[in-house]
């Protein structure tokens, strides 16, 4: 079983930036690729992005790309999302995710067990 507890979710100015961060306890986080999603008021959760169990190469959705970058740190069991150039648009409950995922499933969040219990950013124009 894994817990996942993500912070740093916050209200900042259109064209800030923030860091969320998630941290892992209860499995071998080396071996799960992460992701995260966001779910915005009368939406549907989307995602926003994933790296593989052994980090390397990340992915991202086409709303966030060029502006979020996430990273992951084995040894600290955590992974993190830098949000910049944020807009109106990015306000949302921020989801970390984790699971044994193949590849090709990576953006989908059926693919992932465990999740947190979400972070608030919201982001005023």
């Known amino acids: 079983q894994v817990q996942l507890v993500e912070s740093g979710g916050d209200l900042v100015q259109a064209g800030g930036s923030l860091r969320l961060s998630c941290a892992a306890s209860?499995?071998?986080?080396?071996?799960?690729?992460m992701a995260w999603f966001r779910q915005a008021p009368g939406k549907e959760r989307e995602f926003v992005a994933a790296?593989?169990?052994?980090?390397?190469?990340?992915y991202y959705g086409d709303s966030v790309k060029g502006r979020f970058t996430m990273s992951r740190d084995n040894s600290k069991n955590t992974v993190s999302l830098r949000m910049n150039s944020l807009e109106p648009e990015d306000t949302a409950v921020y989801y970390c995710?984790?699971?044994?995922?193949?590849?090709?499933?990576?953006?989908?969040?059926?693919?992932?067990?465990?999740w947190g219990q979400g972070t608030q950013v919201t982001v005023s124009s």
């Open positions: 995710a984790a699971g044994r995922v193949i590849l090709s499933s990576l953006r989908t969040q059926s693919a992932y067990t465990y």
């Open positions: 209860g499995g071998t986080f080396s071996g799960y690729g």
């Open positions: 790296i593989k169990a052994g980090g390397g190469t990340t």
